[in-house]
């Protein structure tokens, strides 16, 4: 792959590792992006790893990444329940989008059984912590080498 995948994350993935541990585990955001930077190069690929609170600032990225990624996997955060705009912006461009969660958000409260995304996405991994993201990088290797 030419182009790198682009790893998103939406509202409050920042506070991870203090945030309901319960639910998302105990690591941080850094040992997750340190973990998908080490599992892409391994599979030889590179990664971009963004996160944001703003729901505009994650549809810029979604539309950079229709020039400079190959793939993107997206954790939309909170967003995955609410976003037209997500969802549109996630239609709107060429690589394939995997959507990726850390719990297994049909599990949980009856609001976050609908995801936005994923009618536009690929691919959804849900509920696997930090698999979700492996994953989700392997995933978006197999799309392009399909393509």
Known sequence: MTKPIHIL???NLNLLGTREPEIYGSMTLADIEFACEAHARQIGATTVFRQSNHEGQLIDWLHDANVNASAVVFNPGAFTHTSVALHDA???IEPPVIE???????????F?????IASA????ITGLGLDSYLLG???AVRCVAKQ
């Open 9 to 11: 994350n939406g509202p």
């Open 90 to 92: 996630v239609r709107a």
């Open 112 to 116: 976050r059984h609908h995801s936005y």
């Open 137 to 139: 990088i392997e995933a």
């Open 121 to 124: 996405a690929r691919g959804s």
């Open 100 to 110: 990726v969660h850390l719990s297994q958000t049909a599990a949980r409260e009856p």
